[in-house]
């Protein structure tokens, strides 16, 4: 009985299908993520001639901004698994969780940028750390994200387990945690701190609670 | 009995599915919205050694294009919500009614080179007043995208009332007024005229009568 | 009888369905067209202090960058739009379907290009010759895209009458002849030769016989 | 029996549906493909009074990074059937899925800046080889895609005919196989090496067996 009410309630604010959000940002990912390889400039060699002998050396200079976009791709791989991840239960959209899904957006279209000043300066303090900010606020606008779909159950089917709602929640937190940390490391190593932010992607690899749930209820129904 | 009739009319023109249009849409959003991002340029500093001191400054420099890719993103946002709004209602397209989401999109493909020149030159007049008439123009494709397929329920729903589509209209048509009267304090203050873009967003984030009917409709069938 | 054979026949060297090609396709030209804008550069003035005073000529200067946007924006509204209608009637696609597809996605890809040529040097005759070939290739893509599906009937409906296949060829292959005659008068004039690229939207603007067709064939069902 | 438990183990790890990766692919690579033409620059020609005399000289110094953006853009075109090719066969994803093909977009994304390389540098050996590196890492996370799916029937139905999985297997290394041999190649003759590359495309577009038994199966259903 209140589990029916509380899903006319859910959709009575209801404005988009989640489809349409989730159009927008599968584009966004897809642009941000090509955009990352901007950064990898093809090499300049003056004069001419002397390209077979300076490429290698060249190349290997770039290195480090090949590893970046590598970590920052998984990184934008991660929160593209994430947001997708809560869609499986947000069965509804109102409003103002658009406007979350946007400020999401606006977040992730910004990590091209904080790549690239992290590949350029990878040895000062602050790029290291406004790379970290740029996460812990995507991480932040996540879980605000799922707060919002989740408290009354808002925006998801009033029969999702508790549990659920809490296991997700705390994965979406371990990211910023690490980056928090890994902004003060910077002050003392900004390596060590680039090193934390390529160890985020195997802890989110694994599997998680949220998959088996989902998978439980697409096989009840 | 008229209803039907009319109906039958509205589709006689049709060639294109709304689906398609609205994915082109989607696309051409994300990437002008990624775009923006890349007006915030990477600061070169040299020599090297002095980027560990040089960097938080040229980062506070980075502010007033930061802040403007925040507005000119919010801004897009608020035409993609106002643009889906309309197809929920839409239900049919014509080749005329085609035409004139491509003129919209031409209009949306250009705010990421308005942002930039604004952003550039946040105290030229005419800067300013070029991102206001870039938002004029927007304002006008979509009131004539919404008069169009509204006027003698032409793409929409001969059941829709008559006071959700003026609802509709009106709201479409505040933020070019209010571009209008920044383009004439740009004159006077480009900040100023800044500040009033910025208070856009706040306006259109708030519910519309919009959604309470698109939710009655969908409730109904 | 012989119809549903046919249509066995079509199927039987399907490989994809027409949806993956349309979302590849939708996504190549929502990028061009974007691309499109980014060949209006903000101008650069130099020192800052007399922005205020050299912008308006700047913004003047960039004039025919801007008409040169617009038009090409229109022309790859023409070939979407013509694309799309192609697969109103196309219902299979198999491999050397998806080929002459790939093809045509990478000359329009190509269009940015060109427009970018044309902007530069507008008073340069093989500039404007180029930009005229670049769309007598799409055009002929386009030609060979309906020629292969249409030929016995690979692609489309044994019932699809042969007047509108016929109607649609020669609808294609307009913007072409245009074309061609352009780039014979950019000997003469480049910028007459322009003058004919513009005016080629307005004829594909006007409704069509394929537009008919298809509505009465989706009435039908 | 077996086959249908062999089902439910497929999917109790199941996390998202494959509509959402294709997506996101479609997404990317429409974005590689469009990012190629970035590397075709508009000539600058200085001063402009020479632009007519120099201008045919300076477009056919172009020749190659055209040849070349046609070569990566279909190759891309390769690849993207590939994908969706083997998608036609797989219906479900788990987690390690996903990320393979994470890391199968992030080599795609890579294909513009080898194509730069080597489109700047097409007589050094070294870029000819990165390119030829960047086509095997991609090959190579295709199988790992394919053998991912198909080992135990984890992601395809068990009815799949093992001489389908085997010979789309065997598809998927030829290509590594040929850019193998041109990266040796290379180091005697970059143009031969190029010339490998270049003559790929003929044999994927010839249809292939998979293409068939797709067919069959979707007849059957």
Redesign the interface.
């Known amino acids: 009985m209140e589990g029916t009410e509380n899903t ?1 309630d859910r ?6 299908s989640t489809a ?1 959000i ?3 940002a ?13 950064n ?1 400039a ?1 090499p300049v ?1 003056a004069p001419p001639e002397n ?2 002998a300076l ?2 050396r060249k ?1 290997l200079d770039l290195f480090p901004a090949i590893a970046l ?2 970590v920052s ?2 990184v934008l ?1 991660i929160y ?2 994430a947001h ?2 809560q869609f ?1 239960v947000i069965d509804a959209a ?3 969780f ?2 979350i899904n ?1 400020l999401f ?2 977040l992730i ?2 990590v ?2 904080s790549t ?2 992290i590949s ?2 990878p ?5 290291v750390q ?1 790379y970290g900010l740029t996460l812990i606020l995507i991480g932040g606008a996540l879980h605000l994200h799922w707060w919002y779909a989740t408290t009354g159950f808002r925006l998801i089917p009033p029969t999702t387990p508790p549990e659920i709602i809490r296991g997700a929640r705390n994965r979406i937190l371990l990211a910023p945690a690490v980056c928090a940390v890994a902004i003060v490391v910077a002050f003392v190593s900004p390596l060590a701190s680039i090193v934390m932010y390529a160890l985020l992607p195997p802890f989110y ?4 609670a ?3 749930f ?2 439980r209820r ?2 009840r129904v």
């Open positions: 006319q959709h009575s604010h209801a404005f988009m349409r989730e159009a927008l599968d584009g966004l990912f897809s642009i941000a993520m090509t955009l990352l390889a901007l990898i093809v060699i390209a077979a490429l290698p190349l976009y590598a791709f998984v791989g593209w698994v997708h991840g499986r109102d409003r103002p658009l406007w946007i957006m606006m279209a910004f091209p940028f690239s000043l350029r300066y040895d000062v303090p602050l790029a406004t690899i694994a599997p998680a949220l998959d088996r989902v998978f697409e096989r």
